[in-house]
């Protein structure tokens, strides 16, 4: 059985009144990059503070590699976890080098390891030949490029990415996701990344945790999470939704306004039994039909794609996401077909 690089178990944090972590559990394995989705406030931060040590636990475990780091034997300081940590912003010493920012954590190694060492992980983050200069004289994504270079230099075993990108614009934010992502798939860094994005989690992890008021709700597989979310406020979090009512009937599906639909339900469902089911904008498709069931009641345009909004006879409204080039003008009459090839999420009512 291999040993998770990252092993936290009832992890709890309180900071007076506010439960910010309460009991996670998170495994994170050899080679593996797990992001937390959260929003603002609901402990993301306090988890990655508490793995890497920043923080104790109020009660709860942390394991690195197998061993106790934080738990009933005390706490193991920061700079002995063999755990990097890139944070949003101020990540580096202003009055530093490139090359001496880097070179900081590397104390242990003799001036020529240290030397070739600063290079090989510049060359990863593609920042060769900048080593003299300060943190003002290059870009946010620079900066944030170099800062990951510093984390990467002494080989930890996980590296916890905290928002690292939200102070970048977006064409940056995808390229520097990109290219750490490709960074830590090949040195096999395990690493944990936190973002109240839910694109970026998606595209970056093997698995997604999504976390709500200090409480790890789900984790899995990002199409897992976007398909299949545990409950309706974790559907909310991962996607862009919404909720049709419908009747379970004996054959696992149920009727709803838009027709017999197959549900996936985390509970066996009773024929007969009030259900909400989950819409994606990409589960729906609208064709022009006066006898249709439903009415476009708005357009929001967004470049690659548009988004309408249906209002259906039922009073219940959904949104589809066409091309950027369909038609279809507020109020027109459509038919709402669902193309979803898989079953729909389905809720208790
Ligand atoms: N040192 C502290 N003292 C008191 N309360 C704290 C402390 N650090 C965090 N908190 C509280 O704990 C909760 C979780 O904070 P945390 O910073 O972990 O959230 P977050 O998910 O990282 O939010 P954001 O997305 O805004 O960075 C918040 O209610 C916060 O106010
Ligand atoms: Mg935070």
Avoid at 11 to 34: C, H, M, N, Q, Y
Avoid at 271 to 287: I, K, N, T
Wanted: negative net charge; proline residues 6%; contains cysteine.
């Amino acid at each position: 059985m291999e040993t998770p690089v990252i092993r936290g178990r009832a992890l709890t944090k309180r900071f007076g009144d506010t439960l910010a972590v309460d009991s996670a559990d998170l495994d994170v394995w050899p080679g593996e990059i797990v992001s937390i989705l959260g929003t603002s406030g609901c402990g993301k931060t306090t988890l990655l503070r508490l793995i890497a040590g920043f923080e104790s636990p109020t009660s709860g475990s942390v394991h690195i590699l197998g061993t106790e780091m934080s738990g009933a034997s005390g706490l193991v300081p920061p700079n002995r976890r063999g755990i990097g940590m890139v944070v949003q912003e101020y990540a580096l010493f202003p009055h530093m080098t490139v090359e001496r920012n880097i070179a900081f954590g590397l104390q242990d190694l003799d001036g020529r390891e240290r030397v070739e060492r600063v290079d090989e992980v510049l060359d990863l983050v593609r920042l060769a030949g900048f080593e003299s200069r300060y943190p003002y004289e290059l870009s946010g994504g620079q900066q944030q490029r170099v800062a990951l270079a510093r984390t990467l230099a002494p080989n930890p075993a996980a590296v916890l990415l905290d928002e690292p990108f939200s102070n970048l614009d977006s064409t940056m934010r995808q390229r520097l996701r990109t290219e750490v992502e490709e960074i830590l798939r090949a040195r096999r860094t395990a690493a944990i990344f936190v973002t109240h994005d839910r694109e970026e989690a998606f595209a970056m992890a093997d698995r997604v945790g999504v976390m709500v008021d200090g409480r790890l709700l789900q984790i899995g597989a990002p199409d897992q999470i976007y398909h299949f979310p545990a409950t309706s406020e974790i559907a909310r979090l991962t996607g862009t939704c919404d909720f049709v009512s419908g009747t379970a009937r004996p054959d696992g599906g149920a009727e709803t306004p838009l027709g017999v639909l197959q549900c996936a339900a985390s509970e066996p469902l009773t024929p007969g039994q009030a259900v909400s089911l989950m819409v994606h904008p990409d589960d729906l498709e609208l064709v022009a039909d006066k006898r249709g069931q439903g009415t476009v009641v708005s357009r929001e345009f967004r470049g690659d794609e548009v988004i309408l909004k249906v209002l259906l006879d039922s009073g219940e409204s959904v949104r589809s996401r066409r091309r950027s080039f369909s038609k279809l003008p507020a109020g027109s009459k459509v038919k709402v077909i669902p193309v979803k090839t898989i079953p729909f999420a389905v809720y208790p009512r």
